[in-house]
């Protein structure tokens, strides 16, 4: 422990009596006593110490055992908020929002086996489909990218993703992750389309009739034919131009005019 110290400089000095020759009654010779210096400013000054303190003997034995019930309290008192917290949030979880009771009922399916593995694929694609088909396209997103994350060959998953983005307008990620299904998957219908819709929602149309004629040589499925028959037929007339031909065998969906038929109008 550091000693402290008297902040005032006490000096000490003896007593000097006054020289005499002889004894003023009786005429006695004296001889002058010996005094004692007052010390000159060159002398360093007397300093006295206080005593140091003695630093307070730590209590043995009994503060252990106080901290050691504070810390198994603190832990016991955790344990029991956290419970409740996770029962709350079991018995209260809110739902999914536009869904129906079937949609939350499931939904709360893939929440419970996603508490145990946060990136279980199949978990994360179903809740991401039911935000998907519900509109929660933010949500739905972080779910698809987690089972993305796992495993990349889910090619459905990437396509809805991207049309995700397309609905947030955010066209560059959305064409990004279109492409990369492509690449996974070269003629994977949707993707197809949905580059189509890119491109024509830029006003490129003949580059979105490029992609709706490939999307149409690539087998779609059959609740798209009438949507891809549509688009089609728009981006031709606003395009001015044809649809290339089909490859031999190949036929149009139902109601689509055959591909190098002229438009009925044109910009």
Known sequence: MRPAFISEVVEVQQPRDKESASCEACNYPLQPLATSEAPTASESPVVIRRPARRPR???????????????FGIVAAAILVFTGYSSFRKNNQPPVEGSNADQQKLAQRYEAALARDSMDVEANIGLGNILYDTGNWDHAIAHYARAIARDSTRITAIVDMGVCYFNLGQL????????????????????????????????????????????????????????????????????????????????????????????????
């Open 172 to 267: 560059p990620l959305a064409e990004s992750l279109f492409k990369l299904a492509l690449q996974r998957e070269p003629h994977q219908p949707v993707a197809l389309f949905n580059l189509g819709i890119v491109n024509a929602h830029r006003r490129d149309y003949d580059t979105a009739i490029e992609y709706f004629h490939q999307a149409m040589q690539s087998n779609p499925p059959p609740e798209m034919q009438e949507p891809l028959m549509k688009q089609m037929q728009d981006a031709m007339q606003k395009s001015g131009r044809s649809a290339p031909p089909l490859e031999q065998g190949q036929t149009p969906p139902p109601g689509m005019p055959p591909p190098g038929t002229p438009s009925s109008g044109g910009k």
């Open 57 to 71: 003997p730590r209590p043995v034995g009994g503060g252990t055992s106080v901290t050691l019930w504070l810390f």
